[in-house]
């Protein structure tokens, strides 16, 4: 693992030394954990407070950080972002040496750029083109025709079907399953007959996706995820499923058939999104949430909720659920004091 | 991939041609993305709106279809389906050619038909029996004693536990799981005490299960898929289940154990079934539905929500919910009419 | 498979005979099922009315049961844990013989101990250390720098990434992958940056974890599932999540980033745990669940719903929204009452 100085570090962050520059950094931690060969940082005012009581070596801190104490400080616009720089740095794993493994498959059609790790066990089928500096862990199934770009990473155990195609600088973790079909099944005569599912895949760029997730290939046409999307663990991406660019999907949420979803939209965990959903840009998909097929949620609109509903809508609902307990024992009290006034103006009543 | 002309089509579909005979069709896609080489089909008189404007070479029809246009016609009973069949056609693979890749492992107990693909890094089990064409895909691990009956199609890295039966003509998408111990443990003196899962897991014929699902063994006797039924991405069996005839499951799914579920039920995605529930055949269960343990669906019954309540009760009961600040206003407003005709009718009534 | 006599089941469960001691037993089954090789139990009252109709040739009561009948008896305190024992012995398999397969592939630094079964095409890192009589399935890929435990057994195709720890005499089913990166992005300029998962992940001892879970490794520190831990199929759990010692979580139960969980609690299916939730010891959290972020649930609370309330509190809300239906309509009585007592009051009041 690389060792770092203090200045070393404040050089990567584009920033200045306060105390020891040649303070020697050899790992990161959070402000409890950090012993004095740690990096750690203050994002906010509740960690300001712990400040004072970390042994970490070094802390990255925006300028509004006032204290003294044993650490070196480095001073920067967004401490959380230049940890995560500086993190990347101390943490780097050597890339593992351009190779490929004796055991490797690779069909005599594929072609495999030559700085590329292959490790062992994989198969890689008719036509597939692996870019340059990928890196291919090991038992991971290429299928026929796969395109993936530079710099991707697959871990161990992958499965590309056949024509999935895979942008650049990906990473895709174990289990991941890309290019399954859809599950489109039509009742006929009181047997399902399978739709054919004969579309692709096609991941952008910078794209994420975690272990054992899932995404089908469409029906006719593309599955597609947008530049710079992220997902997390387990999620099913259904067949014909268009998502945007830089849109982040928290794990095992599903999406149904042709869901298309805007940029820079939220999706929490165990959303449920039904068939032909649109979710536009910059919404926000709170966790849990069932949307309704063919629904829209609008730009920007936070929602949440089964069904689910604009935010601040099923805040209120939940209010008014809470609430019915003391509504009930209302209706009970204007019960009685209604039967009070209905007597009293029978008696008042001069007789018929 | 093979071409067809329209007059080829039209025969796999017992129909005729209106149009170009000999037109040649290499693929198949929406109406909108169609180009004249593609055939697509119109299935509603919402797609037959958009006909004209398809540049499709051939259109499957019903014979209510009355336009002019560039596109040949076929006009058969179901467009859909015809269109399925015709899709099979289009876009057959080539059945990979009947042979063990020289890296799979097989048992020297283990049989396997003659006309078999069984790809790269495959291992199958002591007396493990794989009938007449079947494929398994590379990196498929087959315990002993599994059975597995002909025609039956594994993709890549499909797990089968010792003893799992999978009947004909089944598809198991990668990253299945069949056959794992079910989750059965006993607090016994603070410790978790494992009962031994035992028993076995039978899936019938013409099923297809999701990549990334599991159906685990049963405690004793039988976790059993029947003939016919469809599961999505991500779902979970659990031990002892008894899933019926032609059912559909949605992504995400999971049952508890001993869940018993009777043909042609539709499940939906994310739904919950507790342990020991009977869904009846032909119930419908929404999406992200909870059934509680031990309940009972009626044959036929669509039920919806957390816990599952018929669908009408369900519908009536969200709509209540949407009503409830309309109610706490009526509440507020009622309390003060009240109020007031206390206050009158205190004020009417003689001095005492 | 084992045969045990009637005589040899007894002494396994330090109890005594009544009827026949050298019958033999060569498996088991339900009440229903057992034939008179069978050996079965009773562990309560509803059990006790099928017995005289059962086959089985032995039974496991208690000291209660005073029916006559075929069976020989052997009288336990705990009939279901005896039974378990008795599986265990009935069923078991033989230890696959210590070997390692000539197709694994074992770094040169990595350590193996002797009595190990390690399976086909599976891999093992650099200075990974797999401790006595562990079991590693074909297909598994061991990351650098793991260490796994004695006793432990990893199923076909489990991933353990670099740098996991799993204790003694876990079970990991196929499919499981621990230590994926954690889902740590933040927008920095309209584009996710990644915070580095430099974290680990560790597995205490007696751990069973599921077919197809994630257990992700924590972005800086530490990811830990305690002793005893038992974990269902497509669980996911989050980056620096503690999950204490004997926890059981039902399938598809997911838990957000650094989640803490005290010992004996019990997690059901598909819950959600948001964020930094913390639940504490012998806390019992009902299925489908959803817990808000950073909130925290009370030793030994049990709680339901979305958001999850106390149990009492979530029926008994759930009780009033069942009634919304009746409370409609005692509000529009109620408003009809006093439309008619303000009216006859408006009469009654003198002219102006």
Redesign the interface.
Known sequence: MPALTVAEIADLCGAQVEGHREHLITG???LE?ATPKDLSFIANAKAMQAASASHAGCLLVTSAFDQKGTWSLVRVE?P??AF?TA??A??R?PKPAASIHP?A?IAPSASIASDCFV???V?VGERAKIGASCSI???C?I?DDVIVAEGTTL???V?L?DGVRVGARV?L???C?LG??G?G????H???????Q?GAVEIGD?V?I???S?V?RAA??LTRIGD?T?I???V?V?HNCVLGR?V?V???T?F?GSVVVGD?AVIG??A?I?EKVRIEARAIVG??S?ILPSHKIPAGEPVWG??ARPLRQHL???A??????E??D??RS??E??AI??E??RK??PEA
Chains 1, 2, 3 share one sequence.
């Not at 099944?185 to 006929?188: A, D, E, Q, S, W």
Request: net charge positive; hydrophobic share 35%; glycine share 16%.
């Open positions: 990161a931690d959070t954990n967004n959380r972002s995560a993190l990347a101390l943490y794993k055991t498959i490790g062992a066990y198969t862990g090991n038992g199934v299928g871990y161990a155990n499965t079907y990473i973790h174990s289990g399953v399954a079909d599950f099944f039509t009742l006929i009181d047997r399902y007959e399978k739709f054919p004969v910078d994420e975690g272990a054992n899932c089908d006719l046409g710079g992220k997390d663990n387990l099913h259904g830089h982040a928290a794990a095992q599903g149904s820079y965990g165990q449920g039904g966790g849990k069932g089964i069904p209120k609902g939940l008014h659920v809470a609430k019915l307990t509504m009930r209302e209706i204007l019960r004091k209604v006034l209905e009293s103006q008042a009543r």
